[in-house]
């Protein structure tokens, strides 16, 4: 009897783990989003940056890139909090880290401010790039809006302090190295 009870004690618990681990990664990859928002990002990449990925590219360098492109005369980039968050429920053991992917949609308001591109060629290469239904010029301002549907992978040695990347299909060569490659073969 006292291992019947054991038994279902534990599968009652797992489910708990389970979402207790999806809700604090959650959490952790909104603070991350907020962090990027604010254009604080080095606070972001400190806290939330892959380290495998930051042995490739220093921070002081992304930061940098960030800065320039948030930053930039020629373009008015907004950046919206990530929506429809879905943090999987897999984990994927791998070099004593812990893998989990999270699929997610998030807004991008960009604005041209070179009177001489042409509005239906941004448009165009836009839409190629997000996909048609994606993208949208806003008259009224002048933006490009564009829907984005991405995944990300966030990882940790602890369970505790999640690291994040966001994956992108033509890193794929940068990412093999630390990311497991069930993650890299579904992009899009």
Do not use: C
């Not at 950046?79 to 791998?94: G, T």
């Not at 933006?143 to 992978?153: E, G, M, Y």
């Amino acid at each position: 009897m006292k291992k019947l009870f054991l038994f279902l004690s534990f599968i009652s618990f797992v489910p708990f783990f389970a979402q207790d681990l999806r809700t604090e990664i959650e959490n952790q990859f909104r603070d991350y989003n907020n962090l990027l928002i604010e254009k604080k990002f080095e606070k972001a990449l400190q806290l939330y940056g892959n380290e495998d990925f930051l042995k490739r590219f220093p921070i002081e360098q992304l930061v940098e890139k960030m800065n320039k492109m948030f930053s930039s005369p020629e373009i008015d980039f907004h950046l919206a909090a990530p929506e429809n968050i879905v943090v999987s429920d897999k984990v994927i053991d791998q070099n004593e880290k812990k893998f989990v992917k999270i699929d997610f949609q998030q807004k991008l308001e960009m604005k041209f401010n070179d009177a001489e591109l042409n509005r239906d060629n941004l448009l165009a290469a836009l839409q190629k790039t997000f996909g048609n239904e994606q993208v949208k010029y806003e008259d009224k301002t002048g933006f490009f809006l564009v829907n984005t549907v991405k995944t990300a992978v966030a990882n940790s040695s602890d369970l505790k302090n999640w690291k994040f990347t966001v994956l992108e299909q033509k890193q794929i060569p940068i990412l093999i190295g630390f990311i497991p490659e069930q993650f890299l073969k579904d992009l899009k």
